[in-house]
């Protein structure tokens, strides 16, 4: 039970980095129908920005989360140029390009980001210095840091925010209003490119602050990271329904309990012993004998989860828990 | 006629090898109600389109109380007091009635990231001024009781008075409205003829592209006939309606 407890909680600060990520996705498909794979480097140039900036206050004796709060400070700008520029350059000038040619460049954007990140960065890992407090607290039997309670809160924090800026404020009406019709947005007065590079900007600057936080929770960056985080941050705005801004919260939080409970069970789940233990009459003890007491699968597979959930939606709802009409687009 | 409001200058559009639109010259006085007929594919849309700036026009020039248009912009046409309802609805479905009204004001407002952010005091009291403004209009259109609906809910009739709504949150100087009347059943259509000709006398300079000849008779000051995108006719309805170039083309052929 105590693994339960443990694995739901590492999987609500998991998911909502994610939920974070696929934000970004989400916004930037709503608004234009592009899927921005390039959005995962964004990550990744954030943690790796901030690291920089956190290891070379690291020593320099100021307090643990000032010195993270100024990686964070310098990230997010960072970051936000990043988006704006991919968005000007590569982006702008294929708006009414046939779909693919976007989808392509996003490919291409994601490449030349990395291999970008690798020249500045290099190929090493960078680890996050210990500048935080990392004793654990108990809470129901699960060990829990400061920096995971502060992941949760401040994404919750975050995506109320958002929620906010775009269901009550001129600047979200006008985000509403282009996703629905550009065009008539256009009429009414909203300036269209204006928003769109708004969209990528704001959802870069919620990149920055999960790249933050992954390297906070890992302990780790390094300029291969955006690919994977991204995929599965993808993964969880399709679980919610892409395009959709609750539904992105909603599929990261779930993709990361998903994740961090299929990490936490795959051996259990493929060792046939433990099988043989919890089925009825012990069916399967001549495999256990077999085999030994040994998961086939350990905790370094817990990235199938993601994929296997990303074929269940596409397969069984393609729209997602939340969305309502992906195939017009898709 | 009075003050120029809007002139259209060698207006031509062309599709391919399409001629929509070849040389259209129009003056719209302040205060009138300019109708623009023609059959079907004659090229009414198309200006609509070019006037509020979808259509980047081939040749030609707009200028709105003496000022050229950036034709091509359409967020600067709107600025520069153009409106349009659509031959098709194209309401924000997914937005209530009273936020498609309130997008209407975003020229008349500005709050932007800073304001968002820090809910400032100016920022609050823009966005309760807007709402107060959207209900005036959705009053104005008598369907306030609706505020709170989806766009997408409303039936027809008011779908149309939303968009004029909509439109007239930009405070236009010229509302231009494409097809106004298609699809209404007769009261519909008398009440919106009402709607019309209220704006009017409020002072709103109005385009008019309607198939509906009663309603296009009945309100209008002057009438210009498109066809193959040439202006053929430009007079009262009543000349108009006996110009025997305009009855030849809606009836394809000299009337013996």
């Known amino acids: 039970m105590d693994i339960f407890i443990q694995q739901i909680v590492n999987g609500l600060v998991l998911g909502s980095i994610y939920a974070l990520v696929a934000l970004g996705y989400t916004m930037v498909y709503g608004i234009m129908g592009l899927i921005n794979f390039a959005h995962g480097e964004v990550v990744m140039i954030g943690a790796l920005t901030a690291l920089s900036v956190i290891n070379k206050l690291a020593g320099s004796g100021l307090p643990g989360p000032v010195v993270v709060l100024a990686g964070l400070a310098v990230a997010v700008p960072v970051c936000m140029a990043t988006g704006f520029i991919i968005e000007r350059i590569a982006y702008r000038p294929l708006r009414h390009a046939p779909r693919l040619a976007p989808l392509i460049t996003a490919i291409g954007v994601s490449i030349l980001l990395q291999q970008v990140a690798m020249l500045f960065w290099g190929r090493n890992y960078h680890t996050f210095p210990a500048v935080l407090p990392s004793a654990p607290h108990q809470i129901f039997g699960a060990a829990l840091t400061d920096v995971q309670i502060i992941i949760v809160l401040l994404a919750a924090a975050t995506m109320s925010g958002l929620w906010l800026l775009v269901n009550r404020t001129r600047l979200g009406r006008a985000m509403r209003a282009t996703s629905e019709h550009p065009a008539i947005a256009s009429l009414m007065g909203v300036d269209v490119n204006r928003i769109i590079a708004f969209t990528f900007v704001l959802g870069s600057a919620l990149a920055a602050l999960a790249g933050v936080m992954v390297s906070a929770n890992y302990s780790t960056a390094h300029y291969h990271m955006g690919f994977l985080l991204g995929l599965k941050a993808f993964t969880a705005a399709v679980l919610g329904g892409i395009g959709n801004l609750g539904g992105a919260m909603l599929g990261g939080v779930l ?15 493929t060792n046939f012993c433990w099988w043989s233990n919890h089925l009825p009459g012990g ?5 256990c004998e077999q085999f030994g007491d040994r998961g086939f699968l350990g905790s370094n597979y817990k990235d199938i989860f993601a994929f296997f959930v990303l074929i269940l939606v596409l397969v069984f709802r393609p729209s997602g828990l939340m969305g309502e009409k992906v195939a017009e687009r898709a | 006629m009075s003050e120029v409001l809007l002139a259209a200058n060698g207006i031509s559009k062309n599709f391919g090898g399409v001629r929509a639109l070849a040389n259209v010259s129009l003056t719209i006085g302040k205060g009138e109600i300019y109708g623009l007929i023609g059959p079907n594919g004659a090229g009414k849309t198309t200006f609509f389109n070019v006037l509020t700036g979808l259509y980047t026009a ?10 050229a248009l950036n034709l091509g912009q359409p967020h600067e046409v709107v600025r520069a007091g153009i409106a349009r309802t659509f031959q098709n609805i194209r309401l924000f479905a997914n937005m209530t009635a009273l936020e498609n009204v309130m997008v209407g004001r975003h020229t008349k407002s500005r709050a932007g990231v800073w304001g968002a952010v820090t809910a400032s005091r100016a ?13 005036t209009l959705l009053k104005y259109v008598g369907i306030d009781a609706r505020a709170n609906d989806l766009a997408r809910n409303l039936p027809y009739g008011d779908q149309r008075r939303l968009e004029i709504a909509r439109a007239l949150a930009t405070e236009p100087g010229l509302l231009a409205l494409d097809e106004p009347a298609a699809g209404m059943n007769a009261s519909e259509t008398a009440a919106l003829r009402e709607l019309i000709a209220g704006l009017r006398s409020d002072g709103i300079t109005i385009l008019l592209i309607e198939h509906d000849v009663k309603l ?11 066809d193959y995108g040439e202006k053929i006719a430009e007079a009262t309805p009543e000349a108009v309606q006996r110009d025997p170039r305009v009855i030849e083309a809606y009836l394809g052929g000299p009337v013996e």
């Not at chain 1, 069916?283 to 495999?287: D, Q, R, S």
């Not at chain 2, 081939?58 to 000022?67: I, K, P």
């Not at chain 2, 296009?216 to 498109?226: F, K, S, Y």
């Open chain 1, 255 to 269: 993709l990361g309990i998903i994740e961090s409970l299929g990490a936490g069970y795959i051996g259990d789940l």
């Open chain 1, 283 to 287: 069916t399967g003890a001549g495999l």
């Open chain 2, 58 to 67: 081939d040749a030609g020039s707009v200028t709105l109380s003496g000022r």
């Open chain 2, 123 to 135: 920022t609050r009291a823009e966005e309760a001024a807007i709402v107060a403004r959207a209900h």
């Open chain 2, 216 to 226: 296009v008779m009945g309100l209008c000051d002057r009438v210009a006939v498109l």
